[in-house]
Protein backbone atom coordinates (compact mmCIF):
# COMPACT_ATOMS: atom_id res chain seq x y z
CA UNK A 1 0.00 0.00 0.00
CA UNK A 2 1.44 3.52 -1.18
CA UNK A 3 1.45 6.42 1.22
CA UNK A 4 0.70 9.49 -1.30
CA UNK A 5 0.54 12.80 0.72
CA UNK A 6 0.47 16.32 -1.03
CA UNK A 7 2.15 19.24 -0.07
CA UNK A 8 1.48 22.28 -1.77
CA UNK A 9 5.10 23.77 -1.95
CA UNK A 10 5.76 27.24 -4.37
CA UNK A 11 9.45 27.22 -5.37
CA UNK A 12 10.17 30.67 -7.13
CA UNK A 13 12.91 30.74 -9.49
CA UNK A 14 15.11 33.54 -10.68
CA UNK A 15 12.29 34.66 -13.62
CA UNK A 16 9.30 33.92 -11.15
CA UNK A 17 8.09 31.07 -12.40
CA UNK A 18 5.93 29.37 -9.46
CA UNK A 19 5.46 25.35 -8.89
CA UNK A 20 3.69 22.96 -6.70
CA UNK A 21 4.86 19.41 -5.53
CA UNK A 22 3.40 16.22 -4.93
CA UNK A 23 5.59 13.54 -3.30
CA UNK A 24 4.49 10.11 -3.37
CA UNK A 25 6.21 8.10 0.10
CA UNK A 26 6.06 4.23 0.87
CA UNK A 27 4.79 2.30 3.50
CA UNK A 28 8.64 3.03 6.12
CA UNK A 29 8.02 7.04 5.37
CA UNK A 30 10.39 7.37 2.66
CA UNK A 31 9.70 9.83 -0.40
CA UNK A 32 9.67 7.53 -3.82
CA UNK A 33 8.67 10.08 -6.12
CA UNK A 34 7.55 13.69 -6.99
CA UNK A 35 5.18 15.24 -9.37
CA UNK A 36 5.88 18.80 -10.29
CA UNK A 37 3.03 20.62 -10.97
CA UNK A 38 2.89 24.35 -12.82
CA UNK A 39 0.56 27.26 -11.53
CA UNK A 40 -2.74 26.13 -13.73
CA UNK A 41 -2.12 22.60 -11.80
CA UNK A 42 -0.32 20.64 -15.33
CA UNK A 43 1.46 18.29 -14.03
CA UNK A 44 5.17 19.41 -15.68
CA UNK A 45 7.18 16.32 -14.70
CA UNK A 46 6.47 12.58 -15.03
CA UNK A 47 7.76 10.47 -11.84
CA UNK A 48 10.94 8.87 -12.47
CA UNK A 49 11.07 5.68 -14.18
CA UNK A 50 13.00 4.02 -11.50
CA UNK A 51 9.93 3.04 -9.88
CA UNK A 52 9.04 1.22 -11.86
CA UNK A 53 11.42 -1.27 -10.83
CA UNK A 54 9.61 -1.56 -7.02
CA UNK A 55 12.20 -0.84 -5.47
CA UNK A 56 11.87 -2.65 -1.15
CA UNK A 57 14.68 -1.10 1.50
CA UNK A 58 14.04 -2.30 4.67
CA UNK A 59 14.05 -3.01 7.67
CA UNK A 60 14.15 0.98 8.69
CA UNK A 61 15.14 2.10 11.06
CA UNK A 62 18.22 -1.03 10.94
CA UNK A 63 19.86 -2.00 13.68
CA UNK A 64 22.97 -4.41 11.82
CA UNK A 65 21.71 -5.23 7.72
CA UNK A 66 19.31 -3.53 5.26
CA UNK A 67 17.85 -5.34 2.77
CA UNK A 68 17.14 -3.90 -0.46
CA UNK A 69 15.18 -5.95 -3.08
CA UNK A 70 14.73 -4.27 -6.80
CA UNK A 71 11.42 -6.64 -7.94
CA UNK A 72 11.95 -6.39 -11.76
CA UNK A 73 15.25 -5.64 -12.56
CA UNK A 74 15.78 -7.07 -16.33
CA UNK A 75 18.14 -8.97 -17.87
CA UNK A 76 21.18 -6.85 -18.78
CA UNK A 77 20.05 -4.30 -16.48
CA UNK A 78 22.28 -3.28 -13.12
CA UNK A 79 21.75 -1.29 -9.72
CA UNK A 80 24.41 0.87 -8.44
CA UNK A 81 23.54 0.28 -4.72
CA UNK A 82 25.52 3.38 -2.41
CA UNK A 83 25.53 4.38 1.45
CA UNK A 84 26.48 7.95 2.37
CA UNK A 85 26.59 9.28 5.62
CA UNK A 86 25.76 12.69 6.70
CA UNK A 87 28.94 14.37 5.49
CA UNK A 88 28.28 13.19 1.86
CA UNK A 89 31.01 10.59 2.12
CA UNK A 90 30.07 7.32 0.14
CA UNK A 91 31.02 4.45 2.51
CA UNK A 92 29.87 1.47 0.71
CA UNK A 93 29.22 1.32 -3.01
CA UNK A 94 28.18 -1.96 -5.24
CA UNK A 95 26.84 -2.85 -8.30
CA UNK A 96 24.14 -6.03 -8.67
CA UNK A 97 22.19 -7.68 -11.13
CA UNK A 98 20.38 -9.80 -9.05
CA UNK A 99 18.29 -7.26 -7.81
CA UNK A 100 18.34 -8.65 -3.85
CA UNK A 101 20.72 -6.99 -1.65
CA UNK A 102 22.05 -7.54 2.28
CA UNK A 103 23.61 -4.68 3.52
CA UNK A 104 25.77 -5.06 6.90
CA UNK A 105 25.87 -1.96 8.72
CA UNK A 106 26.44 -3.26 12.13
CA UNK A 107 29.46 -1.63 12.31
CA UNK A 108 27.91 2.14 11.22
CA UNK A 109 27.51 4.64 13.67
CA UNK A 110 23.73 5.46 14.52
CA UNK A 111 22.34 8.10 12.87
CA UNK A 112 21.44 8.81 9.76
CA UNK A 113 22.19 8.05 6.11
CA UNK A 114 21.16 8.37 2.70
CA UNK A 115 20.69 5.17 0.68
CA UNK A 116 21.29 6.24 -3.29
CA UNK A 117 19.80 3.33 -5.87
CA UNK A 118 20.88 4.11 -9.71
CA UNK A 119 19.21 1.90 -12.35
CA UNK A 120 19.47 3.08 -15.99
CA UNK A 121 20.58 6.82 -15.31
CA UNK A 122 17.78 6.99 -13.17
CA UNK A 123 18.15 7.67 -9.46
CA UNK A 124 16.27 7.22 -6.10
CA UNK A 125 17.24 8.01 -2.42
CA UNK A 126 16.58 7.12 0.69
CA UNK A 127 16.70 8.33 4.25
CA UNK A 128 18.27 4.93 6.50
CA UNK A 129 18.37 5.47 10.15
CA UNK A 130 20.92 3.53 11.69
CA UNK A 131 20.11 2.03 15.57
CA UNK A 132 21.31 -0.34 18.24
Not at 13 to 40: M, P, Q, S, W
Not at 62 to 71: S, T
Not at 100 to 105: D, H, P, V
Not at 112 to 123: A, G, K, M
Amino acid sequence: MKIIVIIAITALCTDLYAVHYKFNYDEAGNRDGRIVFDLNGKEAAPLAKILDHEIRVFPNPAIDKLNIQIGTLREQESATIELFDVHGNSIYKHITSTGELSLGIAAEANGFYVLRITIENEVVEYKIVKQE
